[in-house]
């Protein structure tokens, strides 16, 4: 898989075909990579019934803290919470939660804020840990099984809107110290499409006149008529 580096090489690589004169910092092209990926899986899997590739996929690692269950109807007095704040996560599919070591046990049930207030209720599955995310964009569990309070670590793998802000919560420790470092997590059939889309963005901002000629008409009309070689 490509990284960031290598997508943003690979972008500047073409804009250099488009002319010389041009000055983009690598975040901003880092942000539209991120921002033209949202737009392309929500418009590739917007039906729900299609299988997204792991690929596209990150996991993060997120550090639990105890936290007063106050407005939680049935917690029994206390939640934990993700310490860190997480990014925001596309729609088009459910994250999966689970401990630290998958095979040393289940998979969290991963619910809304709304059914998060009620999951406690039934007393037939008071040993299933919830858990969802609140409006402040961390993670909050709950169950009725008080031992839930032990965990100190979960993972989550789930599609990130901004994937370089998830490589922050990544779970190894790879010796990768710049974000750019990281892999651009996108199935290699739509990467052409996203290169394709941020190569527009910037060159529509390479070949946007503009109107210097002091005079009292409007003269953009005609310097877009010219071609961008001329």
């Given at each position: 898989?490509?990284?960031?580096?290598?997508?943003?090489?690979?972008?500047?690589?073409?804009?250099?075909?488009?002319?010389?004169?041009?000055?983009?910092?690598?975040?901003?092209?880092?942000?539209?990579?991120?921002?033209?990926?949202?737009?392309?899986?929500?418009?590739?899997?917007?039906?729900?019934?299609?299988?997204?590739?792991?690929?596209?996929?990150?996991?993060?690692?997120?550090?639990?803290?105890?936290?007063?269950?106050?407005?939680?109807?049935?917690?029994?007095?206390?939640?934990?919470?993700?310490?860190?704040?997480?990014?925001?996560?596309?729609?088009?599919?459910?994250?999966?939660?689970?401990?630290?070591?998958?095979?040393?046990?289940?998979?969290?049930?991963?619910?809304?804020?709304?059914?998060?207030?009620?999951?406690?209720?039934?007393?037939?599955?008071?040993?299933?840990?919830?858990?969802?995310?609140?409006?402040?964009?961390?993670?909050?569990?709950?169950?009725?099984?008080?031992?839930?309070?032990?965990?100190?670590?979960?993972?989550?793998?789930?599609?990130?809107?901004?994937?370089?802000?998830?490589?922050?919560?990544?779970?190894?420790?790879?010796?990768?110290?710049?974000?750019?470092?990281?892999?651009?997590?996108?199935?290699?059939?739509?990467?052409?499409?996203?290169?394709?889309?941020?190569?527009?963005?910037?060159?529509?901002?390479?070949?946007?006149?503009?109107?210097?000629?002091?005079?009292?008409?409007?003269?953009?009309?005609?310097?877009?008529?010219k071609s961008p070689s001329t």
């Amino acid at each position: 898989m490509n990284t960031y580096k290598e997508m943003i090489y690979m972008v500047l690589d073409e804009l250099r075909g488009y002319s010389d004169d041009f000055s983009y910092t690598e975040d901003h092209v880092a942000f539209l990579l991120d921002k033209y990926r949202a737009f392309i899986l929500k418009k590739e899997y917007a039906n729900l019934k299609k299988t997204i590739p792991e690929s596209n996929y990150q996991t993060v690692c997120l550090d639990l803290e105890e936290v007063p269950a106050m407005d939680i109807e049935c917690s029994g007095g206390y939640y934990l919470r993700t310490k860190k704040k997480l990014p925001y996560i596309l729609s088009i599919s459910i994250p999966r939660v689970y401990p630290i070591d998958f095979y040393q046990g289940s998979m969290m049930n991963y619910v809304s804020r709304e059914r998060m207030m009620f999951a406690n209720c039934s007393k037939y599955l008071k040993n299933i840990i919830y858990c969802s995310l609140n409006t402040d964009n961390k993670l909050y569990f709950t169950s009725g099984n008080a031992q839930f309070l032990h965990l100190r670590f979960v993972k989550m793998t789930a599609l990130f809107e901004t994937p370089i802000k998830a490589a922050e919560l990544k779970c190894e420790s790879d010796g990768v110290c710049d974000p750019l470092d990281a892999v651009f997590p996108l199935e290699e059939g739509l990467i052409p499409p996203v290169l394709e889309l941020t190569i527009k963005d910037l060159a529509g901002a390479i070949y946007r006149p503009s109107d210097d000629i002091n005079n009292a008409n409007d003269d953009l009309d005609e310097q877009t008529k010219k071609s961008p070689s001329t």
